[in-house]
């Protein structure tokens, strides 16, 4: 039947027409008869329609474009890209699982924030020098003094073995003093004179202090390598400088090994 002004009926070619290299919709493939499985294709096996997922796993891809990972989601993220590293709400470079106890680094050397708390201001070198000199001076002054007086006034200068026993009776009381008033407040006289307080994790949300145990163990890492006769006071000076060493979070050695921190009292600044 010929349609109307030579023309065939919808749907049929004329011989010949066609685009270049295309075969007609629904025929096989040369050198493939029809109804056989297609490269990649298992006999037996239909493909899958569209927008349903490849028994191989995945989603087909258009031509030029990445499949989509088989555990469903979405393909990976590149830098740079939203959720991808370096970008607002993707991992952050240094920013690696946090253990037990340790607080996540904001600003190297700066501020730190624990998993359920707000971001923390570590105190500065400069404020920990000074509790350090006070706490120094209430501890040192009336001990030095009580020496000086039974040296000179009740034993004689020659008594030279009275400074021997100085050190340990000095480590004793500082051990007391501050591991006592740490444990419960959190600062002693110092460090409320420059506006620190001592904290753990588990402490950080609470008025008092972090406990007896990190107090102590604290004090007792800072203090207790003094008693080591020639270099325990080179000992315990490099652990009092210790923090200077620590550019991330301002830990000393005694603070790492009791897992706390020295963090400022002072209202953050808004900027």
């Known amino acids: 039947m010929t349609h109307p002004y030579n023309q065939p009926p919808y749907g049929q070619g004329q011989p010949g027409q066609g685009q270049p290299g295309q075969q ?65 709400g993707g991992p952050q470079p240094g920013m690696g699982p946090r253990m037990q106890g340790q607080a996540q680094v904001l600003v190297p050397g700066s501020q730190i924030q624990f998993a359920h708390s707000g971001p923390l201001v570590l105190g500065t070198m400069g404020s920990r020098f000074l509790a350090r000199l006070v706490d120094g001076l209430i501890i040192g002054l009336p001990l030095g003094t009580l020496f000086l007086i039974v040296q000179f006034a009740l034993l004689g200068p020659e008594e030279w073995w009275v400074t021997l026993i100085f050190y340990p009776i000095m480590a004793a009381a500082m051990l007391v003093y501050e591991g006592v008033m740490l444990s419960s407040r959190g600062a002693t006289v110092g460090k409320s004179v420059a506006g620190l307080k001592l904290v753990t994790e588990q402490s950080v949300t609470t008025a008092g202090g972090p406990g007896s145990g990190p107090a102590f163990t604290r004090m007792a890492t800072m203090f207790l390598p003094g008693l080591i006769p020639c270099i325990g006071g080179l000992v315990s000076i490099l652990m009092i400088l210790s923090p200077f060493f620590d550019e991330q979070a301002r830990q000393g050695w005694h603070d790492k090994a009791a897992k706390t921190y020295v963090i400022s009292t002072k209202p953050m600044p808004m900027y």
């Open 24 to 88: 007609p919709f629904g025929q096989p493939q040369p050198g493939q008869p029809y109804g056989q499985p297609q490269q990649g294709q298992q006999p037996g096996q239909q493909p899958p329609a569209f927008g349903q997922p490849s028994p191989s796993g995945g989603f087909p891809a258009a031509p030029g474009q990445q499949p989509f990972p088989q555990s469903g989601g979405f393909p990976p993220q590149q830098p740079g890209q939203p959720g991808g590293p370096g970008f607002p």
